[in-house]
């Protein structure tokens, strides 16, 4: 199983950028699908941004146009501009197996955007 270290977050001023790293502990290059999620104090985690091995990314609505996911051999990034107050959440790498579906998770890095 594959293991994920988020690096990263912090606290950044409304309309301010933050670039989150996730490094995984072997190459994920051709079978791994991976995710940032993020969860908001009460709220549930949700999906922001996914790229599957081969290169196809999806976003979350709310993040279209801000966040850019993007990936290397063992490293998957979210480069994140304009930044909202709500965008603040503990934000989680997420690492699938392609052929096992076997979801391995980061332990979160923090964002907090504000004044």
């Known amino acids: 199983q594959v293991q994920l270290v988020e690096s990263g977050g912090g606290l950044v001023q409304p309309g301010g950028s933050l670039r989150l790293s996730c490094t995984a502990s072997r190459s994920i290059s051709g079978i791994y699908d991976m995710g940032w999620y993020r969860q908001a104090p009460g709220k549930q985690r949700e999906l922001v941004a996914s790229?599957?091995?081969?290169?196809s990314i999806n976003y979350a609505e709310s993040v279209k146009g801000r966040f850019t996911i993007s990936r290397d051999n063992a490293k998957v990034y979210l480069q994140m501009n304009s930044l909202k107050p709500e965008d603040t959440a503990v934000y989680y790498c997420?690492?699938?197996?392609?052929?096992?579906?076997?979801?391995?998770w980061g332990q979160g890095t923090q964002v907090t955007v504000s004044a």
């Open positions: 790229i599957t091995w081969g290169g």
């Open positions: 997420n690492a699938r197996q392609i052929y096992t579906n076997i979801v391995s």
